[in-house]
């Protein structure tokens, strides 16, 4: 098993720019996340979904869009990058709420 | 809403000397309590979790954590620290908010060990 797995791992982007942050889990899992991790600021809840078809806002939700048209899949967009918006980017995915969360290896973003 | 705090953002150890480490929540009720470690450069990984029964929870890695209600204090230790757990440790709590279960991480203790 592959786990958690980000797509791509590092990238860098210029102000303006869109993209897309794949994750991907073969857990059968339930329940998927994205973080971003900021120095000093711990683990940041962005957008997360309960279920194929169903997203809800997190803690940091504004100026990041998601999607989870598959199970197995959980994107991360943004529509237009913004420098605040250079962090580290981590998937993880939990067959419910209460059970451990598997992390993807993070997906560093520089925006400039 | 639900909070978790750890205090110390830096923690000094010598390699064989104890630990604790450090986390509070704030949440009406008992929430599902976690403690993960990430290696520099890599994902976090599940140490131990908390959410009925002994409130002194075995982990991995030599790990342990007592939950004590009273404090709202989900503290994680270890007898003697080895070099290789030179890390960054989060607690973290799942609990109820606003109809859904909604994970809540602290901003983590940097763990330094000497030699």
């Known amino acids: 098993n592959a786990g958690v797995t980000q797509t791509p791992k590092f990238r860098v982007l210029k102000t303006g720019q869109s993209m897309t942050l794949l994750c991907a889990q073969d857990?059968?899992?339930?329940?998927m996340y994205w973080y971003r991790q900021d120095p000093g600021m711990g683990l940041r809840l962005i957008h997360y979904?309960?279920?194929?078809?169903?997203?809800a806002k997190g803690e940091v939700p504004d100026g990041y869009n998601v999607s989870r048209l598959k199970k197995q899949n959980f994107l991360l967009g943004l529509e237009s990058a913004a420098p605040s918006q250079t962090s580290v980017y981590f998937c993880?995915?939990?067959?419910?709420?209460?059970?451990?969360?598997?992390f993807g290896p993070g997906t560093r973003l520089t925006v400039l | 809403a639900q909070s978790v705090t750890q205090p110390d953002i830096h923690i000094t150890v010598s390699e064989g000397a104890s630990l604790e480490l450090r986390c509070n929540y704030s949440?009406?009720?008992?929430?599902?309590l976690f403690w993960y470690v990430q290696s520099p450069g890599q994902g976090l990984q599940l140490l131990l979790k908390?959410?009925?029964?002994?409130?002194l929870v075995q982990g991995i890695k030599g790990f342990e954590a007592e939950f004590k209600r009273s404090q709202s204090s989900f503290n994680l230790r270890k007898p003697s620290v080895h070099w290789s757990d030179a890390a960054e440790y989060f607690c973290?709590?799942?609990?109820?908010?606003?109809?859904?279960?909604?994970?809540?991480f602290g901003r983590g203790t940097s763990l330094i060990v000497h030699p």
């Open positions: 908390y959410f009925s029964g002994d409130t």
């Open positions: 857990m059968n899992h339930e329940y």
């Open positions: 973290a709590v799942d609990g109820p908010s606003g109809g859904s279960y909604i994970p809540t």
């Open positions: 949440y009406g009720a008992t929430p599902y």
């Open positions: 979904s309960v279920g194929e078809g169903t997203t």
């Open positions: 993880a995915s939990s067959y419910r709420y209460g059970d451990e969360q598997f």
